[in-house]
């Protein structure tokens, strides 16, 4: 299999399509950064102060920016989320393989961002589903680690229904910092 760097692949179902961002995701995106009840939902651990929220066109632009630049150092692996009934993007997801001095070295690590309207077990199932068969050979894992905060009921639902499970784990960040919140799902 070619490097998810090399060739980021598409995946999609019935409903939705994941690829690669791209420029003319920008506007859709904006409406994904900008959505104030999505934020508190997106997990920004250990990324260095930023909390995703972009509520201009240059902001939502230097994040992609930033995002292309990433994938390109192999750093992360954004993905454009399409909805297929309305052909737009409602959200992100990023993927990697974290590289670290605690128990998560190794996991790959996905961080789901959603337009608010998204944020309904249904979508979020389908969106996770999609992508997770996937990832362990994506990122050379044999498991996935996504955060899932304790108000997050609708996917905290569709996490645990697709087998993840909620974990005492500490993830240290680059400044020493501890994170809380984690699920994984072991590869079958």
């Given at each position: 299999m070619n490097s998810v760097y090399e060739k980021c692949p598409v995946l999609?179902?019935?409903?939705?399509?994941?690829?690669?961002?791209?420029?003319?995701?920008?506007?859709?995106?904006?409406?994904?950064?900008?959505d104030k009840n999505a934020l508190p939902f997106f997990n920004s651990d250990n990324c260095d102060g930023d909390n995703f929220y972009y509520p201009t066109i240059e902001r939502m632009k230097e994040a992609y920016d930033f995002w292309t630049y990433s994938y390109r150092e192999k750093w992360f692996v954004r993905w454009?989320?399409?909805?297929?009934?309305?052909n737009k993007a409602i959200g992100t997801i990023e993927l990697f393989k974290r590289i670290s001095d605690d128990e998560t070295d190794g996991?790959?690590?996905?961080?789901?961002?959603?337009?608010?309207?998204?944020?309904k077990e249904e979508s979020l199932k389908s969106i996770l589903g999609l992508i997770v068969p996937d990832a362990y050979d994506?990122?050379?894992?044999?498991?996935?680690?996504?955060?899932?905060?304790?108000?997050?009921?609708?996917?905290?639902a569709a996490a645990e229904s697709l087998g993840f499970t909620k974990r005492d784990i500490i993830l240290f960040g680059d400044d020493g910092e501890a994170y809380t919140g984690y699920w994984t799902l072991k590869r079958t």
């Open positions: 999609e179902n019935d409903r939705f399509l994941l690829r690669f961002i791209e420029e003319n995701d920008i506007e859709d995106l904006l409406s994904v950064y900008s454009s989320i399409i909805d297929k009934e309305t996991m790959g690590t996905l961080r789901l961002d959603v337009r608010s309207d998204y944020e994506l990122f050379d894992t044999d498991t996935i680690l996504t955060k899932v905060p304790i108000y997050a009921i609708e996917r905290m």
